[in-house]
């Protein structure tokens, strides 16, 4: 049986994922993801817009080059919540008659973000915890192995078939000291490590970062550092970091408390994912904490965090500077909650690298520094496996063979050359492709 690997998404930029394997007479999906650089500028009209204009604007996955294969497409398999795996779905999974495979919290997000119902019409949702799997027909089966990220409920995607194993690792670190959840399972990547691995699909984000990368508690620490170190007395603070990073929130929540403030989470998507993460139990902060949708609906309560602003934490969406996000209308004066001189404005997020968000945040940062406020930037550590990391993973599971993805090719190439140490030669044991590109990766 031949496996051809079909590189769609995610090959030459980080954003919009998505692989086909065709494994025989059938096919599967992996990812289907948005590119936020060129969605965003689109976000405004996006109803009005056909899906060939996605395409063509590169926000979404161009799906042409696997056209063929529409009908031997037997799952959509989703990996993770966040956008760049899931946020093409609702244009692009309706061409595929077959059920969409993700975890129960991606589920949630997809049902949130389906607000037309035309998601779950047109293909089935079945959600598979973690650490289980699901057979999909006589030849493959789905199996979802945990891993660290930066969002709830991440998973490796393991194809387990009768020749053996394709291991899908986007997106991954390897966190000891999780904040949310359990590390990566380790234990069933070893014992893949002694089954036959075909091939290893890689996160290559931070490939080019020599080092580990650091547990999500690292960034607790930061914050902590931030917030319980300095002289915050008699001044307002705004933490803004990623909507769907619960975790971090989580570490904001408690080191609020510590400092016996009171949270109150601003904006739609904050709204979106808290609640999804409190619905499967994975924390709660409601009760204690407010959360506003909208801040520009509700003045009254912003107009009293702006009188009272030392006795709250305001966690504000708009990390990247997306203009129409909170903070970005807190910089902009358009709500009653403003920054005033000394404020602290933390960013507890990165930014992410591409070229129009650089932009955004540049903008941002600016207007703050108008205002006087105070910056602290980069208190974050990526969800990304780095360099060494990435070399684990290749130890443990010592594939056959070696697809990097999820990044340009200086990534892509950071990941064949870390490979080459390790023995796998490159148009040999590694490929590297760019969207739209096949390569054979096992025949029997
Ligand atoms: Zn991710």
Known sequence: MDITLHAVGGYEEVGRNMTCLEIGKEAVILDMGIYLDRYVPLQDNLDQLPVQKLIHEDAIPDPHPIGKLRKKVKAIILSHAHLDHIGAVRWLASYYKCPILTTPYATEILRNMDEGNSIMENNKVVSISPNSSYRVSDTIEVEFILATHSIIQAAMVNIIL??????????????????IGQ??????????????TIALIVDSTNAEQETKTYSESVAREMLRDVLLGMET??????????????????????????????????????????????????????????????????????????ENRDKYVVVATGSQGEPKATLSRIADEEVPFTIVPEDFVVFACGVIPTPTIQGNRKILEHKIHRQQGRIFKDIHVSGHASREDIRDLIKIVTPQTIVPAHGDMPKLASVAALAAEMDYRLGKEVHLLQNGQSVLIDSV
């Open 162 to 179: 009768p020749q053996g194993n394709i291991l899908y690792s986007l997106d991954y670190k390897f966190d000891n000291q999780p904040i």
């Open 183 to 196: 590390p990566t399972n380790k234990r069933r990547l070893r014992q893949l490590g002694k089954e036959n």
């Open 233 to 306: 007395k008699g001044h307002g603070i705004v933490v803004t970091t990623f909507s769907s990073h619960t975790a971090r929130q989580k570490s904001i929540y408690d080191v609020a408390r510590e400092l016996g403030r009171e949270v109150v989470f601003v904006g739609r998507s904050l709204y979106n994912y808290i609640s999804a993460a409190e619905k499967l139990d994975f924390v709660k902060f409601s009760g204690n904490a407010t959360i506003i949708p909208s801040a520009v609906r509700s003045s009254k309560q912003l107009k009293k965090l702006h």
